[in-house]
């Protein structure tokens, strides 16, 4: 099985030059699964085109949740719209409008290998804490000049309508990934996670801020739920915008992101394309 993944493509940020661009990588590479590990879109119609036009191009299209995917306007939080909304209602609707498969909403099995993936979220067990900033800081995604964006536009609220800590999110996710797994009656497993779930994927720098956003990178118990599972073979990422290709323990632990164009240093859409969708044999 030919598979191809990316992650982090934004194109409501990125634009359509990214979006032609990735369709016509995706022509040439023809991947039997064509996989998206988050952050297409935040824009409902910017996301609902992308997923349509790369259908086009692959038989199978997977996609998981990005944290710029679950994102409402200020506006929408007021009325009472929250992240479930995005990840439950809305993504599963684009989705099924455009013949692509949301793994958040369960897994697949196609040929004979078991796809479950997850937008995971942040627990804030990749935190630094050699960084003095408090806990508090951390809570409200504010510290030394930084802001974490998600504490505005992504809000979590429980069935009583009240706000859910980060922690009470990842849990749920991770609860919600183990199940989708053990559902898969396959000899392997391909897990995809728009977070990350290892802390060999965490880029450690100097700088203090981004030493305070690598709290919001990731989950590590999500990992420990992959590594519980020895017939995952494959554990795809994103998140970061900085790629890793790593073995961890009996698996292969790929993140491969596009990222923002400001990202590229001059690279045109193309090439960056060509250098973030990786093709892996199965």
């Not at 929250?82 to 099924?96: G, M």
């Not at 709290?215 to 020895?230: H, K, Q, T």
């Not at 992101?257 to 250098?275: I, S």
Request: charge should be negative; glycine fraction near 10%; aromatic fraction near 6%.
């Amino acid at each position: 099985m030919r598979v191809a993944c990316t992650s982090d493509i934004h194109i409501d940020l990125n634009g359509d030059a990214v979006l032609d661009a990735l369709v016509a990588r995706v022509r040439t590479v023809a991947p039997d699964v064509l996989i998206i590990g988050g952050d297409i879109a935040t824009g409902a119609a910017t996301y609902l085109k992308t997923l349509l036009a790369l259908k086009e191009v692959t038989p199978r299209l997977l996609i998981v949740a990005g944290n710029h995917d679950v994102w409402n306007a200020p506006e929408a939080i007021a009325q009472g719209l929250d992240s479930w909304v995005r990840l439950d209602k809305l993504l599963p609707a684009l989705c099924a409008e455009a013949g692509a498969e949301l793994l958040d909403a369960g897994p697949v099995e196609i040929g004979g290998i078991g796809f479950a993936g997850s937008l995971g979220w942040y627990d804030l067990t990749t935190r630094e804490h050699i960084l003095d900033a408090p806990i508090e800081a951390y809570r409200e995604g504010v510290w030394g000049g930084l802001r974490w964006t998600d504490h505005t536009y992504a809000v979590w609220k429980d069935p009583e309508g009240a706000p859910m800590a980060m922690e009470d999110v990842a849990r749920v996710l991770r609860e919600r990934l183990q199940a989708h797994m053990k559902a898969l009656t396959t000899r392997r497993i391909v897990v995809v996670t728009h977070t990350l779930p290892f802390i060999e994927q965490i880029h450690r720098k100097e700088h203090p801020g981004w030493r305070f956003v690598n709290a919001f990178m990731g989950s590590l118990p999500l990992g420990d739920v992959i590594r519980a599972d020895p017939r995952v073979v494959l554990a795809i990422a994103g998140h970061t915008h900085l790629g890793s290709d790593l073995r961890i323990g009996r698996f292969r632990a790929l993140v491969t992101p596009l990222g923002y164009n400001k990202e590229w240093k001059g690279t045109t859409p193309g090439a960056a394309v060509a250098n973030a969708l990786k093709v892996i044999e199965l």
